[in-house]
């Protein structure tokens, strides 16, 4: 097997990246799929809201996986109380990476040598980001096959998405010409309000079908689960924001048996 390999990124902080990369990737394995969740946001949020808070792997961090030689590349996996999902931790040492790695050879590919170096061992990897364009999403970018983009269906979701396709343009034409979009995720969703409903359909209308069908609404048990140190889709698996996770990994997993290969043939916006 090799990995799908998925960045989730947007600079802009606080439209559920942390959230939806725990969410689908625990969903992906409740279903089977071997998935390693890497995070790459000094924040560490995606690493407590599995329930590693201050956690290593044997051989450290993500941090010391960008920074030192790799011996041992799956001596930085931890495993999660999920079967199936797997963890790359990171916890407050990231913050000096993104001023280190700037001296380091190779700082832009330090996250995708780790990443080939798992491909083989698992079905999907997901890298969380920081809300920035720095270089820890540089190597998020430089290292995947796509990028899941989540959008908040708030007034100004689609601001600063410029600077984004500009990245991702940069990134293809230097490092990684493969890199696609994966899809769009309209995030926080309420049907309720005229703005939320006109948002969506700016969204569409910029991205067109690379846009996912499933839509995550606003729901207070993804916001609850991280306090407990677990994915939604396990703290409350009825909760509309946890079936809403559930449906989105079914959309990729048709989506990509679908169109096989499709991805690295379709081009960015
Ligand atoms: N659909 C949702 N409904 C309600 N709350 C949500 C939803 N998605 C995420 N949240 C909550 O909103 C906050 C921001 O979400 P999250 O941390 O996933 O965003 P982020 O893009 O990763 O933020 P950052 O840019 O800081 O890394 C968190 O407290 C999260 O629990
Ligand atoms: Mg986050």
Redo the contacts with the bound molecule.
Sequence with gaps: MTARVLAVA?Q?????????AINVATSLALGGQDTLLIDM?P?A?LTSGVGHKGHAAPAGTIYQALTAEIADAGAFILHTQVDHLSLIPADRNLTGAELELVSLSNREHRLRTLVDLLRPRFDYIFI?T??SLGLLTLNALVAADGVLI?LNCEYFALEGLADLVATLRRVRAAFNPALDIAGVLM??YDERTNLGQQVARDIREFFQERVYTTV?????R??E??SHGMPAVLYDVKSR?AEAYLALAREMLARETATPGSHTERHLG
């Design positions: 947007n802009k902080g606080g439209v559920g990246k942390t959230t939806t946001d924040q949020n969380d920081p809300p989540p995030t926080m995550i609404p606003r729901n207070i993804l916001g689960a991280p924001g």
